[in-house]
Antibody, heavy 118, light 109 residues
Framework: QVQLVQSGAEVKKPGASVKVSCKAS????????ISWVRQAPGQGLEWMGW????????NYAQKLQGRVTMTTDTSTSTAYMELRSLRSDDTAVYYC???????????WGQGTLVTVSS | EIVMTQSPATLSVSPGERATLSCRAS??????LAWYQQKPGQAPRLLIY???TRATGIPARFSGSGSGTEFTLTISSLQSEDFAVYYC???????????FGQGTKVEIK
């Protein structure tokens, strides 16, 4: 079955960087894009950006431009999201999701908690 | 950026009753709207796409309607497993990107 499995929880200090992985299985990785969505504690969903697994094209949310980089490794069917210059308000659960033709997200990974604290 | 506004923020419903959730877009998104369900501690799950098409495996008690700027998710007879938070998402505006509503929590009355 189609599955996205994310890396484990991270604790980082302010100013540091974090890189979260998302390993896909059960489908042709390069036929879909991957989006990243985050959710701060008790809050709603915030779209962060998208990457094409076919050609590596990206589109990032304006709010995160300059701090976020999304990449893929097609040899291992894995997507990565790196966020730099972490602040306390970056504390959130980070989700990856497969994107259907620049449309809806299905399925989602299980989420990765990133805690930013001094 | 297209702003998605959901109402109400919280909906209290008894099991077996009907629930109606609303999602409004700040400008037309045609039928390019999806609904997701999220239970505590879990990732969101796709329920509806194209405003009215149920995703694979989604029970028929879930239905979506609307187009343009006004959308509705209806749960015809609430089951215990349906108490969760529901989000709408527009995918009409690309670029710059996609946006979610702030969510509606469906709780037991």
């Amino acid at each position: 079955q189609v599955q996205l499995v994310q890396s484990g929880a991270e604790v980082k200090k302010p100013g540091a960087s974090v890189k979260v992985s998302c390993k896909a299985s059960g489908y042709t990785f390069t036929s879909y894009g991957i989006s990243w969505v985050r959710q701060a504690p008790g809050q709603g969903l915030e779209w962060m950006g998208w990457i094409s697994a076919y050609n590596g094209n990206t589109n990032y949310a304006q709010k995160l431009q300059g701090r976020v980089t999304m990449t893929t490794d097609t040899s291992t069917s894995t997507a990565y999201m790196e966020l730099r210059s972490l602040r306390s308000d970056d504390t959130a659960v980070y989700y990856c999701a497969r994107v259907w033709a620049l449309n809806w997200f299905d399925p989602w990974g299980q989420g990765t908690l990133v805690t930013v604290s001094s | 950026e297209i702003v998605m506004t959901q109402s109400p923020a919280t909906l209290s419903v008894s099991p077996g009753e009907r629930a109606t959730l609303s999602c409004r877009a700040s400008q037309s998104v045609s039928s390019n709207l999806a609904w997701y369900q999220q239970k505590p501690g879990q990732a969101p799950r796709l329920l509806i796409y194209g405003a009215s098409t149920r995703a694979t495996g989604i029970p028929a008690r879930f239905s979506g309607s609307g187009s343009g700027t006004e959308f509705t998710l209806t749960i015809s007879s609430l089951q215990s497993e349906d108490f969760a938070v529901y989000y709408c998402q527009q995918y009409n505006n690309w670029p710059p990107g996609w946006t979610f509503g702030q969510g509606t929590k469906v709780e037991i009355k």
